[in-house]
């Protein structure tokens, strides 16, 4: 993957140092929403990293906005930060101007459909839409009745029906109805069709935030199996806690370089190119795979303070179990690059995986 600016990953850290605490997270999952953590976020322009200058964006790299999203991962921020950043791409690819706020986009289920009519007004109802109740805007993809092609839409979130719910992280996570919706704008994606690039960019994102979660509970493990003494030691001098630590490390390892070899992907290839597909459904699949098996190490390791409300780690835990199934269960990208690697032949499997 090309590098993100440092400055950017280390503005993300102070930010959340300073002011994403565990009793912050609590709290959101109650349903008070951090304006102070979200304004700190929305000001340094990290919520809009792809948006270009040109649309009232940053105009930072897609490493750079990716390190945003796993840097956030890292202290479970409880703000729609990764969804803001995809529904700004996906805005500034179509050419509208972004507004300011936070964001969410929609469909994130493969099979649900929103549909514009010839009056110019959306129908439909989305399910599991990230931060829906918390969105002022949202971006959507919608079909067209008249044959032209899928569009980018623009849409308050105040004009459509939204239903309270929440994920297994305890984020704000609920279906959307749009009855007669007028969307404040529509474009084009030049190129790829925006409902597959809005699944790529999703799995890509999540395998990013995932591989960020991952990563804090490494360290969370670490740290309490140096720290918890039984018997007389710490426990990390235990060769089953030794064995189990290597093991959850080598699950981020793998998680990570998986979710680095999607961006790498995206950022040479493009996001329609095959070979995108390829690396982004591996690394949904091998993120998922890493977010199960590292989640039930580090809470053996911690043992029943793993489950404690005031600890951190199942902040972590939840969402990684939660962000699985986002923009497709390994199972469903599973699938896909089954097909993929059918479709090519035996032929093409070997360069295609080295052209990654």
């Known amino acids: 993957m090309l590098k993100a600016d440092p400055l950017i990953v280390e503005t993300v850290t102070r930010v959340c140092t300073d002011l994403c605490s565990a009793e912050l997270v609590n709290a959101a999952e109650d349903g008070v929403w951090s304006a102070q953590l979200w304004d700190a976020m929305e000001s340094t322009g990290l919520s809009l990293a792809w948006v270009p200058e040109s649309a009232g964006g940053p105009g930072a790299t897609l490493a750079d906005g990716f390190a945003v999203a796993r840097a956030a991962a890292r202290f479970a921020v409880p703000l729609p930060v990764a969804e803001t950043l995809c529904a700004g791409w996906l805005l500034a690819q179509a050419g509208l101007q972004v507004p300011a706020g936070p964001m969410s986009v929609a469909p994130v289920r493969p099979g649900d459909a929103i549909c514009l ?155 329609d190119d095959q070979r995108t597909l390829f690396a982004v459904a591996a690394a949904k699949i091998r993120a998922g795979e890493a977010a199960g098996a590292g989640a039930a190490i580090a809470h053996q390791v911690h043992g029943a303070m793993g489950f404690t409300r005031e600890y951190s780690l199942q902040q972590s835990t939840r969402r990684l179990w939660a962000w699985r199934d986002d923009f497709g269960a390994e199972s469903v990208w599973a699938m896909r690059l089954g097909a993929t690697v059918v479709g090519g032949g035996a032929a093409a499997l070997w360069p295609a995986l080295t052209s990654l």
Do not use: K, W
């Open 117 to 271: 009519d010839a009056d110019g007004r959306l129908s439909g109802s989305v399910g599991e839409v990230p931060y829906a109740a918390h969105a002022m805007h949202l971006a959507l993809v919608a079909s067209q009745g008249d044959g032209d092609g899928p569009l980018v839409g623009l849409v308050s979130a105040a004009d459509c029906s939204r239903s309270a719910g929440s994920n297994l992280a305890g984020e704000a996570q609920g279906a959307v109805g749009f009855e007669a919706v007028r969307p404040v704008d529509t474009g084009y994606m030049s190129g790829p069709d925006p409902q597959e690039a809005l699944q790529r960019l999703g799995a890509a994102i999540r395998s990013q935030q995932m591989a960020g979660a991952l990563e804090r509970i490494l360290d969370l493990s670490l740290g309490y199996a140096r720290d918890r003494i039984q018997f007389g030691r710490p426990i990390a001098r235990f060769q089953a806690i030794q064995h189990s630590l290597a093991t959850l490390a080598g699950e981020v390892a793998a998680a990570g370089a998986a979710a680095d070899a999607a961006v790498s992907a995206i950022i040479r290839h493009g996001i």
